[in-house]
C-alpha cells in the first residue's frame, strides 16, 4: 500500500495506491467547526444531496445513472468529530479494468455533479423535495426514545456539561428544522463549499498523477481555508461529586449510560495505553465488565465500553432491570478501582494486544476503515497501522495502571423503563 498526500491549495488530496479492492473509493470530506444551530440544516444538506442535482432532477434519475456506472455506489453521512462537523460523501466504483475505460472518469463526473451542481432555482431548492426530507427527519427525532441505548447515551452527554459540544443532539433539532426553507438551505449551502476545510481521499488501484489531475478538474472547491478550533475538546477535570440523573420511560427494560473523564492524558496514553485499559475493561467479549457484571453476577443483559478520545471520555453503557441498578453501579466502579489496583493479569494483556492486532487487520479489508486510518493521521496526527502494532505490543501493565488512575467515573444517567412497553 503506497500513502502520498498533496496541499492542492483549497483542499489535501489524499492517493492510497493499493490493488487489493476490485473498486475506487472517492471520499470528499467537508469539516467545519460544530455549531448547534447548524446541526439540523447540515443534516438537511446530507440528504438533500441524493435527492436530485440539476442534471439528474430526481432521486430515480440519480439512482438509473448510478446503476448505468456498473452500480456505482454514493452515500453521505453527517457525524461529529472532536469540535468539528464532519459532512462526508462517498462514491464507490468497479475499476475500469472491471468495467470499460472511462467508466471512473464518468462516476467522478457524476460526484462532482451531485456535490457541486445541486437542484436549486432562483438560489434556492426545492421546496417539495426538501419537504420529503424533512419530514423523514422529523419522524427520525420524534422517535428518538425508541432507541433506547442510543437515547440513554444522548441524554448523559447533556446531563454532564449543556454548553459542552458532546452535549449536542447531532441527530438535530425539532425546533431548527421547521426554520430551514429553499433559500436558507441553499445560503447554508453556499457557506459550507466557501468555508468548510476539504479533504479528499481517493483509494484503489490507481495511478497518482492521472489521479491528481481528474481531482484537480472535478473536485470545484477553490477557498484556502485554516484549521480555526483544536480537533479535541478541552481536557476538563472529573468532578469531585459524581451527578446521577435519570429519566422515566414507558419500556420494559433500563439502559445505564456512564461517563468517565480521562484526566490530562498524553497522546500515547490515549492512543495505546487506553486502547488496551479499555479493551481489558469492557471492550470485548473477554473483558471485565463482561465477564462479571453479566456472566458471573447477571446483572445486565448488555454491557460495554468504548473510548471517546477526542471527548477525553470512557463510556460504559448496559441493559439492565430496574432492581439492579444499584448493584451494577457498585460491582462497575469496583471494576474500575481493579484496573487502578493492578487487578488484572499479563494475560488479560496479551489477549487485549491480540485483540487489538486483529482490529487493526480489519482495517486493511476496508477502503472505508483505511480512508479512516489515514483522515486521524491528519486531523490529529495518530501513528499509521504498522507503527501502532509496534507500539501497542511496548505497552506495559505499569502504563495501564497509570492511565486507570487518570480515569473517573463523573456522571451517570439511567433510563429507567417503568415495566410497560409503550403501544
Given at each position: 500500500?503506497?500513502y502520498?498526500?498533496k496541499?492542492?491549495?483549497?483542499f489535501?488530496l489524499?492517493l492510497?495506491?493499493t490493488?487489493k479492492?476490485?473498486?475506487?473509493?472517492?471520499?470528499v470530506?467537508?469539516?467545519?467547526?460544530v455549531?448547534k444551530e447548524e446541526i439540523?440544516?447540515?443534516n438537511?444538506?446530507?440528504?438533500?444531496?441524493?435527492?436530485?442535482?440539476s442534471?439528474?432532477?430526481?432521486r430515480?434519475d440519480?439512482?438509473?445513472?448510478?446503476?448505468?456506472?456498473y452500480?456505482a455506489?454514493?452515500?453521505?453521512?453527517?457525524?461529529?468529530?472532536?469540535n468539528?462537523?464532519?459532512?462526508?460523501?462517498?462514491l464507490s466504483?468497479?475499476?475500469d479494468k472491471?468495467t470499460e475505460?472511462g467508466?471512473f472518469?464518468?462516476a467522478?463526473?457524476f460526484?462532482s455533479e451531485?456535490i457541486?451542481?445541486?437542484?436549486?432555482s432562483?438560489?434556492?431548492?426545492?421546496?417539495e423535495?426538501?419537504?420529503i426530507?424533512?419530514n423523514?427527519?422529523?419522524?427520525?427525532?420524534?422517535s428518538?426514545?425508541?432507541?433506547g441505548a442510543?437515547?440513554?447515551?444522548l441524554?448523559?452527554?447533556?446531563v454532564m456539561d449543556?454548553?459542552r459540544?458532546?452535549s449536542?443532539?447531532?441527530?438535530?433539532?425539532l425546533?431548527?428544522l421547521?426554520k430551514i426553507?429553499?433559500d436558507?438551505l441553499?445560503?447554508?449551502?453556499e457557506?459550507?463549499?466557501r468555508s468548510?476545510?476539504?479533504?479528499v481521499?481517493?483509494?484503489g488501484?490507481?495511478?497518482?498523477?492521472?489521479?491528481?489531475r481528474m481531482i484537480?478538474?472535478?473536485?470545484l472547491?477553490k477557498?484556502?481555508?485554516?484549521?480555526r478550533?483544536?480537533?479535541?475538546?478541552?481536557?476538563v477535570r472529573?468532578?469531585?461529586?459524581r451527578?446521577?440523573?435519570k429519566?422515566v420511560v414507558?419500556?420494559?427494560?433500563?439502559k445505564?449510560s456512564?461517563?468517565c473523564?480521562?484526566?490530562h492524558l498524553?497522546?500515547?496514553?490515549?492512543?495505546?495505553?487506553l486502547t488496551l485499559?479499555n479493551i481489558?475493561?469492557?471492550?470485548?467479549?473477554?473483558?471485565k465488565?463482561f465477564?462479571e457484571?453479566r456472566?458471573?453476577?447477571s446483572?445486565?443483559?448488555v454491557?460495554n465500553?468504548?473510548?471517546n478520545?477526542l471527548?477525553?471520555?470512557?463510556?460504559?453503557?448496559a441493559?439492565?432491570?430496574k432492581?439492579?441498578?444499584?448493584?451494577?453501579?457498585?460491582?462497575i466502579?469496583?471494576n474500575?478501582?481493579?484496573?487502578?489496583k493492578?487487578?488484572f493479569?499479563d494475560?488479560?494483556?496479551q489477549?487485549a494486544?491480540?485483540?487489538?492486532?486483529t482490529?487493526l487487520?480489519e482495517?486493511e479489508d476496508?477502503?472505508?476503515?483505511?480512508?479512516?486510518?489515514?483522515?486521524m493521521?491528519e486531523l490529529i496526527?495518530t501513528?499509521?497501522?504498522d507503527?501502532?502494532?509496534e507500539?501497542?505490543?511496548g505497552?506495559?501493565?505499569a502504563?495501564?495502571?497509570?492511565?486507570?488512575?487518570?480515569?473517573?467515573?463523573?456522571?451517570?444517567?439511567l433510563l429507567e423503563?417503568d415495566?410497560h412497553?409503550?403501544?
Amino acid at each position: 500500500m503506497e500513502y502520498v498526500k498533496k496541499d492542492l491549495g483549497s483542499f489535501h488530496l489524499h492517493l492510497i495506491k493499493t490493488d487489493k479492492f476490485k473498486t475506487i473509493t472517492v471520499r470528499v470530506a467537508f469539516r467545519s467547526p460544530v455549531v448547534k444551530e447548524e446541526i439540523t440544516i447540515r443534516n438537511v444538506l446530507c440528504d438533500m444531496f441524493l435527492q436530485s442535482s440539476s442534471k439528474y432532477p430526481s432521486r430515480r434519475d440519480l439512482t438509473i445513472e448510478a446503476q448505468e456506472l456498473y452500480a456505482a455506489d454514493i452515500q453521505t453521512y453527517n457525524s461529529r468529530l472532536g469540535n468539528y462537523n464532519n459532512l462526508d460523501i462517498y462514491l464507490s466504483v468497479l475499476h475500469d479494468k472491471y468495467t470499460e475505460k472511462g467508466n471512473f472518469l464518468r462516476a467522478l463526473e457524476f460526484l462532482s455533479e451531485i456535490i457541486f451542481h445541486p437542484d436549486v432555482s432562483l438560489k434556492k431548492f426545492s421546496e417539495e423535495k426538501l419537504e420529503i426530507v424533512k419530514n423523514t427527519m422529523k419522524s427520525n427525532l420524534s422517535s428518538l426514545k425508541e432507541d433506547g441505548a442510543s437515547y440513554s447515551l444522548l441524554r448523559l452527554f447533556e446531563v454532564m456539561d449543556k454548553s459542552r459540544v458532546s452535549s449536542y443532539r447531532m441527530v438535530g433539532y425539532l425546533e431548527d428544522l421547521e426554520k430551514i426553507t429553499g433559500d436558507t438551505l441553499y445560503q447554508y449551502y453556499e457557506k459550507m463549499i466557501r468555508s468548510d476545510m476539504v479533504d479528499v481521499f481517493v483509494i484503489g488501484d490507481i495511478d497518482f498523477l492521472e489521479m491528481t489531475r481528474m481531482i484537480r478538474e472535478y473536485i470545484l472547491v477553490k477557498t484556502v481555508k485554516r484549521q480555526r478550533v483544536p480537533y479535541l475538546l478541552e481536557d476538563v477535570r472529573p468532578r469531585a461529586r459524581r451527578l446521577f440523573s435519570k429519566e422515566v420511560v414507558h419500556t420494559s427494560q433500563s439502559k445505564l449510560s456512564i461517563g468517565c473523564r480521562c484526566h490530562h492524558l498524553t497522546d500515547y496514553e490515549r492512543n495505546y495505553a487506553l486502547t488496551l485499559y479499555n479493551i481489558i475493561l469492557g471492550g470485548s467479549g473477554d473483558s471485565k465488565l463482561f465477564k462479571e457484571v453479566r456472566e458471573k453476577y447477571s446483572l445486565c443483559y448488555v454491557i460495554n465500553s468504548v473510548p471517546n478520545k477526542l471527548d477525553h471520555l470512557i463510556l460504559i453503557r448496559a441493559g439492565i432491570d430496574k432492581e439492579n441498578y444499584q448493584k451494577a453501579l457498585e460491582l462497575i466502579d469496583k471494576n474500575l478501582q481493579d484496573m487502578r489496583k493492578g487487578e488484572f493479569s499479563d494475560e488479560d494483556i496479551q489477549v487485549a494486544k491480540e485483540y487489538f492486532c486483529t482490529a487493526l487487520d480489519e482495517v486493511e479489508d476496508s477502503p472505508s476503515r483505511i480512508m479512516d486510518n489515514y483522515y486521524m493521521m491528519e486531523l490529529i496526527g495518530t501513528d499509521d497501522l504498522d507503527v501502532k502494532r509496534e507500539k501497542i505490543m511496548g505497552v506495559t501493565k505499569a502504563e495501564i495502571m497509570k492511565v486507570a488512575k487518570k480515569v473517573k467515573m463523573d456522571t451517570v444517567f439511567l433510563l429507567e423503563g417503568d415495566g410497560h412497553e409503550e403501544n
